[in-house]
């Protein structure tokens, strides 16, 4: 099953830490988003392979978009 990665609040994306197609265990960090001169690791809660990533580096994202997925 799918899990999809939503954003929780507005912020800047300042590095995506995985690419499509690679393998990631749990608590893995998939992107670093910046917001309020904080640093905020998106971890996934299962591991699996990364389907999909959703952002690029210095895209801003608002709260519920799509980050990534990983099956």
Do not use: F, W, Y
Not at 3 to 21: P, T
Not at 34 to 45: A, D, F, L, Y
């Amino acid at each position: 099953m799918a899990e999809e990665i939503h954003a929780e609040m507005v912020a800047n994306v300042l590095r995506v830490e995985v690419a499509e197609g690679e393998a990631v265990g749990r608590d893995a960090t998939l992107v670093l988003l910046e917001s309020m001169k904080m640093e905020i690791p998106v971890i996934t809660e299962v591991g699996g392979v990364v389907a999909r990533v959703a952002v690029n580096a210095g895209d801003v994202v608002q709260r519920g978009d799509l980050i990534a997925v990983v099956e």
